[in-house]
């Protein structure tokens, strides 16, 4: 979880927070609390200078559970678009069956889909798109 936590981009997080209706003032409030992070680390013993993180939530900040959710929100959404609107062909088990797009739990994704070609292919040119896009 806590490499989860370090690794949320403020740019992806703000974008979130626009496209689920935040306004820009609580958006600023909510980013501006992340950014003002000053760490230092413990290294044998001695104490390095301060530094401000570029990324990532604060572990013991009683909103970055919430923060992280929300970025993981709108991962959860794109892959309901992409699924629903820009054709990828999920995985079936039958007529009887509801189909399944994806599972997951804190930082952990099952994805299900179809093993032809195409489909993989659209499938990890969405996540390369993502990863760039979410840092």
């Known amino acids: 979880m806590s490499k989860a936590f370090d690794r949320v ?22 980013i501006g609390f992340t950014k003002k992070a000053y760490l230092s680390l413990l290294i044998n013993g001695t104490q390095s200078k301060f530094f401000s993180p570029s990324r990532g939530l604060k572990k013991g900040d009683p909103l970055s559970p ?17 699924y629903c609107v820009k054709g990828l062909e999920p995985y079936t ?27 993989l292919i659209k499938l990890r040119n969405y996540l390369n798109d993502y990863e760039e896009v979410s840092g």
Do not use: C, Q
């Open 9 to 30: 981009s403020w740019k992806y997080l703000e974008k979130v927070l626009s496209l689920f209706g935040f306004s820009r003032a609580a958006i600023s409030l909510l």
């Open 66 to 82: 919430l923060l992280f959710n929300i970025a993981s929100e709108g991962f959860s959404r794109s892959i309901n678009h992409l």
């Open 93 to 119: 088990m039958g007529r009887n069956f509801k189909n399944i797009h994806h599972l997951s739990y804190v930082d952990d994704l099952l994805l299900f889909t179809n093993a032809a070609i195409p489909n």
